[in-house]
């Protein structure tokens, strides 16, 4: 009974030690999300040194968990810690594709490659909200540009067709993102649309003698009781 005494005190030992590696991983965690929700807000409003200073601190953060998780693989791989991780992905992605800078590489971000696919399909959401925005601003051009941004991540995630296990549900995300990029498309179309309509009338209405307004259309009659 000594043995079995002494085989509980190491495994006693062994619990406390992933308990205090699990308990801190949780604060990181915690600290991390947060840190990547204040960069992707500072990007939306073009702050670019708040923006990098946030981005800085998550990569600091990112650095520490995968640090002190070295010995630890099931904490490290654990939901929470891989969804703070999957965050570090999305606002990076997210900052460097608003910018127009060069996409940051799984080997630059240093993460397992299912935590970074499913960041990126999480950052066409913030290229919608981006997107709207510019059409908010007249400015149609960039919105056509992080359209097509949404497109090419598409294109790729719809071929990473294997199993759930591997990929962690990333076959939901890639049709939750098909479904976010056909209704910017037709935000987007709406508003191509609505500006080269303005154009023709703004065309049209110069070439009248002295300027003047389009008197209005005749039309169709109008419908009476009897019809």
Do not use: W
């Not at 992707?40 to 702050?47: E, F, G, K, P, Q």
């Not at 499913?118 to 925005?133: F, I, Q, T, W, Y």
């Not at 209704?183 to 191509?192: A, V, W």
């Amino acid at each position: 009974m000594d043995k079995l005494e002494k085989i509980a005190e190491q495994i006693r030992q062994t619990f406390d030690a992933q308990t205090a590696a699990r308990d801190q991983a949780l604060a990181r965690a915690r600290i991390l999300t947060r840190a990547c929700a204040l960069a992707i807000r500072a990007v939306h409003r073009d702050d670019t040194e708040e923006m990098k200073d946030h981005l800085e601190e998550a990569r600091q953060l990112a650095d520490a968990l995968r640090s002190d998780l070295a010995d630890f693989p099931p904490i490290f791989f654990a939901g929470y810690t891989q969804d703070s991780l999957k965050e570090f992905v999305e606002a990076n992605i997210t900052c460097a594709l608003i910018r127009g800078e060069p996409l940051p590489s799984l080997d630059e971000l240093n993460i397992p490659p299912a935590t970074y696919l499913n960041g990126l399909a999480e950052s066409v959401g913030e290229m919608r909200r981006r997107c709207l925005d510019m059409l908010r601003q007249d400015r149609s051009a960039e919105a056509e540009r992080l359209l097509g941004h949404m497109d090419d991540i598409y294109s790729i995630l719809v071929t990473m067709d294997y199993a759930d296990a591997i990929t962690n549900g990333l076959r939901r995300q890639t049709d939750v993102i098909r479904a976010i990029i056909e209704r910017t498309r037709g935000d987007l179309t709406f508003s191509l649309r609505g500006e080269r309509l303005e154009a023709s009338i703004s065309r049209l209405s110069a070439r009248l003698p002295g300027g003047e307004p389009l008197p209005d259309s005749p039309g169709l009659p109008l419908p009476t009781e009897e019809d």
